[in-house]
Every structure is written in C-alpha cells, then in structure tokens.
C-alpha cells in the first residue's frame, strides 16, 4: 500500500473544523463529520482485507477497555468502503498543543501519560510488531545483507506483549470538554516492546518537523518508562548506526503489511 499525504482542512476559527465536514483529506481516504459520528471514507488503492483489518484493530483496541472512538460499522457507500465510528466531542492534542504552545511540557506529560495507560493494557487476539516488522523488513527493497542483519538485530529485541498504538501522535488523542481523553486511529496496533513504540512516536514528531517536541518527548518518556536513552535508541536513534535508521525510517514509510 503506498504512503499517503495528510492535507489537513484548515481550522476557520478555533474549534471550528470539528464541528462539521471534512476533518482531514488523504491522497486516497478522507475523514468526515456525519450525522453525528465520524465516516472514513477510502478510495481505490486500500485493498478490502485492509480496511477490514483496520475496523477490527479498532474494535481490539475497544476491548481493552481503554476509552477510545468505538467503531459502529463498516459500510460501502457507492464504489468506496468506510468505517464508522463514534464521534468524540472535543480537540486533538495537537490542535491543543498548537492554541497554547507555552504549555507543550505539559501536554507532552498527558500525552505519555496516555500512551503509559495503552502499553498497560494488552491483549489475547492480537499480533506482535516483531513480526510485522519482520515482513516489513523481507519486503523491503534494502540490499540483502542489509535485511539479513536487520533480521538477526530484530531477534535480539525484546518482543514484548504491551499494546502499542503504532501511531501514536497528538491528532489520534482527543481531549474532550470535561478533560477526559479518547484514543483513536487504531490501525498499526500490534502487541510490542513499549519503547518500540516510544521510538515511532519520536519519529512521528521528527519527521513532521517538530524537533523540539520529539526531543522533549523523549525525555519525558524515558523518564516515564524508567529507561535510559539507549534503550529506545536501539529501534530509534539517528545518530547510531545507518542500520538502525534505515530499519525506522523503513517501518516510518511503509504502511501496513498484513
Ligand atoms: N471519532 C472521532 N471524533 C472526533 N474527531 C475524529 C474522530 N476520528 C477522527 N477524527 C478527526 O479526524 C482526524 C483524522 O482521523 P484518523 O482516523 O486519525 O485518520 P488517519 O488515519 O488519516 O490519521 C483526526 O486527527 C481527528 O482530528
Ligand atoms: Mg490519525
């Protein structure tokens, strides 16, 4: 499946964009307000099994009993297959952190707060990111060697039963008026090494030129997770070997292989 741009419909007014319409437009998928509750809509280039795939992470990640957008149906409109789940009054993280840029320490403390509440959880009917990793890693076009010592590196790894999101950022965290938070966008979630997925978290700020908050992050991670930087710096750092930043930039850009 290929990789996909975020056009983001920008907000009117403070708060505004949520109220109605479209949320967020994809070279091939849009999310929409309708009638109360949140369609996605994809196009053409989502094969069925992956959508599918998707409603089920979803309805997984419910079971957990973490507070998340509970999905309501997966339907076909006309030629295009759409999941439908609840709307969760309220605004991202990242709409917060953008309104009150003073403040980003503390809401990156709330923000790995929640991801702590998530890797608490685990669960019997879900697969592991070691795994998908390494199909990622067999599907990739690196030079063999490169993917041999990927593999073997892999194995080394702990493999963890934590439930990590996958992408973990602050559009999938909704703060709603009462101050609560919901979780959403369940479709990387596999069972993982938590700092697996502290790592991708670093990398989802970084790559979306956020610098600053990634380091940050980290740090309130580390500190979180009572790790020391290297741990998460072995899935993560780019400073470390090149192996080691191909093997996340390659798991950054390739979307799911089920
Ligand atoms: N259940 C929901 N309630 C409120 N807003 C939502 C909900 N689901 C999605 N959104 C909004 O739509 C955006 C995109 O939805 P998301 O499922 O994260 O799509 P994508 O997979 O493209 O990231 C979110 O960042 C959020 O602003
Ligand atoms: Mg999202």
């Not at 890797?119 to 060697?145: C, H, V, Y």
Request: hydrophobic share 40%; charged share 30%; aromatic share 6%.
């Amino acid at each position: 499946m290929k990789k996909t741009t975020a056009k983001k419909v920008p907000a009117k007014r403070s708060g505004q964009r949520r109220q109605t319409g479209v949320l967020l437009e994809r070279t091939d998928k849009v999310v929409t307000k309708d009638k109360g509750t949140v369609l996605k809509i994809f196009g053409p280039s989502y094969k069925v099994s992956a959508i599918l795939n998707e409603a089920m992470n979803e309805a997984r990640a419910a079971e957990t009993g973490l507070p998340v957008a509970k999905v309501l149906e997966v339907l076909k409109i006309r030629d295009h297959w759409c999941i439908r789940r609840e709307w969760v009054e309220g605004d991202t993280l990242a709409d917060v952190m953008a309104k009150d840029k003073k403040n980003l320490v503390r809401y990156l403390k709330q923000f790995v707060a929640i991801q702590c509440q998530v890797f608490a959880k685990t669960s019997e009917r879900m697969g592991n990111l070691a795994d998908k990793l390494d199909k990622q890693i067999s599907a990739s076009p690196l030079p063999k060697e490169t993917r041999y010592d990927l593999h073997m590196k892999l194995q080394s790894f702990p493999r963890g039963k934590a439930l990590c999101h996958g992408d973990f950022n602050p559009t999938n965290v909704i703060i709603t008026p009462k101050g609560d938070w919901r979780v959403i966008d369940w479709s990387h979630v596999r069972l993982g090494d938590p700092l697996a997925d502290v790592a991708r978290t670093y990398l989802l700020f970084w790559l979306s030129g956020h610098v600053a908050a990634a380091e940050k992050y980290m740090a309130l991670a580390c500190e979180a997770l009572k790790v020391k930087l290297p741990d998460v710096q072995k899935w993560s750092s780019r400073d470390q070997t090149p192996k080691n930043h191909e093997l996340l930039i390659h798991w950054a850009s390739v979307v799911d292989i089920e």
